[in-house]
């Protein structure tokens, strides 16, 4: 979520009123488009902000419903996501049973280091090629 966001930029908000953040003054009314994909590579919060490590947030006191916004993937206030529980939910009993019933390989001896994590820019941003894993159940064998 903070690597590879489902969409790089959040809902737009507006300004209710003149205001200044670390010195950029925004001015009433102004649209503000949150640019999370931006965020979660930004060096000057993240260490090596382009790997995938998941160790980095053990221990961490990091909130994902946005009051950390270090790492926002759900946004922020009221139009935060309203499935969020849902969503963490579920992606993370999928991904138990995935890994617990499935043993997986890349197809024709590829290494991890081979795979092509370019993205396409859109509302989305999905990968631009597909992943393609060969997975083997391996319950009851």
């Known amino acids: 979520m903070r690597l590879h966001p489902v969409a790089p930029l959040l809902i737009p908000h507006e300004s209710l009123e003149d205001c200044t953040i670390n010195d950029y003054h925004i001015p009433r009314k102004s649209r503000l488009l949150i640019n999370v994909w931006a965020i979660g590579r930004d060096p000057s919060v993240w260490t090596e902000p382009d790997q995938f490590n998941p160790e980095r947030f053990v221990g961490s006191n990091i909130d994902l419903r946005g009051h950390d916004f270090e790492l926002i993937p759900f946004g922020s206030g009221r139009r935060s996501c309203p499935g969020m529980q849902l969503g963490l939910t579920v992606v993370r009993l ?26 396409e820019f859109g509302l989305t941003t999905p990968r631009a090629k597909h992943l393609l894993a060969i997975p083997t159940y391996r319950l009851h064998k």
């Open 94 to 119: 999928v991904l138990a049973q995935l890994v617990h019933c499935f043993d997986w390989e890349l197809p024709n001896d590829m290494l991890p280091t081979e795979l092509d994590m370019t993205e």
